[in-house]
């Protein structure tokens, strides 16, 4: 099963069509949106930086009138146990969002398996996964760097913020 995941990979990135349709983030585009934009940025309060060995990731922070509610250092759907440290936000409504990493995931094979019946997508040109829970939780993980993959989940109605927040995050923070 090992190297099958391996080959579809390789054929998925390579043929770049992998990160087609669904529930992908997008990454930013190369202009930068003009000045009225920025002073509305979507994505915006206390940034927080999220680290698995000398990768550092900074996460901006989420909008009003999201509130920052606590942190997570587990996953239930990863196949098996790995480091997790994330942060989660909440609204009055019962919205969340949640970001985080997973510390220990070397290779794009071991990635490839790491949560059941999720799809294999890409981002950034690195394998990523989708998945959506039970309670409708949507989830989305991709693999930054040898060690490090980044996890991202939103209620339904953060999608968009979910969106905006993966092509945010930035490696090499302080």
């Known amino acids: 099963m090992r190297r099958p995941a391996a080959v579809f990979i390789t054929f998925a990135l390579a043929a770049g069509t992998a990160g ?39 996460v901006p922070g989420a909008p009003p009138p999201l509130a920052r509610s606590g942190s997570f250092g587990r996953l239930d759907a990863l196949a098996r146990r790995l480091k997790v440290r994330g942060v989660t936000w909440r609204d009055d409504e019962g919205e969340l969002l949640r970001v985080g990493v997973v510390c220990g995931v070397r290779t794009a094979e071991q990635f490839a398996t790491l949560v059941a019946r999720s799809t294999l997508t890409a981002y950034r040109g690195k394998p990523a996964l989708r998945w959506t829970t039970r309670g409708g939780l949507r989830n989305f993980m991709w693999l930054e760097s040898p060690g490090t993959a980044v996890y991202l989940a939103a209620t339904p109605g953060m999608t968009a913020q979910l969106r905006q927040t993966a092509a945010a995050i930035r490696e090499g923070a302080s």
């Open 20 to 58: 087609c349709g669904g529930d992908t983030p997008r990454p930013p585009s190369a202009t930068p949106p003009p000045a009225s934009e920025q002073a509305s940025d979507p994505v915006a309060g206390k940034p927080v930086t999220l680290a698995c060995g000398s990768t550092r990731l900074k």
